[in-house]
C-alpha cells in the first residue's frame, strides 16, 4: 500500500474542500480507510472511516453533518468532503488502511499511512 492524500489547501470559514486519497499500488480495495488529523499541540483525532464496500460509514462528533466520505475502489481512491468548515477543522489531515474491512475510530487499526495534507481554516 502507498498512500497520497491531497486536495488540502486554505480556505475561508464556511467553505469547502474535498481531500482524496489514493493507493497507489492498488491495494485497498478490501480494507476500510479512515481519515484523522491532527492540530499542532493537539492529540491525532478520528475524523472518519468508510468501510471496504462503502456502504457503512463512521464520523467523529466534531464534523458529522457537515463531511462525508466515499470510496471509488475502481478508481482506488477515498475522499473526504468537507463542507461548512470551520477555523477549528485547521490540521494535517492524514488517510489510512485498515487492517480489517470495517472501519473504526482506533487508530491501532489502521496499519498503513499517508504523509498527510494540510488544511487551514481561516476565520
Known amino acids: 500500500v502507498q498512500l497520497q492524500a491531497s486536495g488540502g489547501g ?12 489514493v493507493d497507489s499500488k ?16 493537539k492529540e491525532r483525532e478520528f475524523v472518519s472511516s468508510i ?3 462503502g456502504g457503512t460509514t463512521y464520523y467523529g462528533d ?4 457537515r ?19 470551520k477555523p477549528e ?3 494535517i489531515y492524514y488517510c489510512a488502511v ?6 473504526s475510530v482506533n487508530s491501532d487499526h489502521y496499519r498503513y ?3 498527510g495534507t494540510q488544511v487551514t481554516v481561516s476565520s
Open 26 to 41: 492498488r491495494t485497498f480495495s478490501n480494507n476500510a480507510v479512515g481519515w484523522f488529523r491532527q492540530a499542532p499541540g
Open 51 to 53: 468501510n471496504w464496500r
Open 62 to 65: 466534531s464534523v458529522k453533518g
Open 67 to 85: 463531511f462525508s466520505t466515499s470510496r471509488d475502489n475502481a478508481k482506488n481512491t477515498v475522499y473526504l468532503q468537507m463542507n461548512s468548515l
Open 89 to 91: 477543522d485547521t490540521a
Open 98 to 103: 485498515s487492517r480489517y474491512s470495517t472501519g
Open 10 to 21: 486554505l480556505v475561508q470559514a464556511g467553505g469547502s474542500l474535498r481531500l482524496s486519497c
Open 113 to 115: 499511512w499517508g504523509q
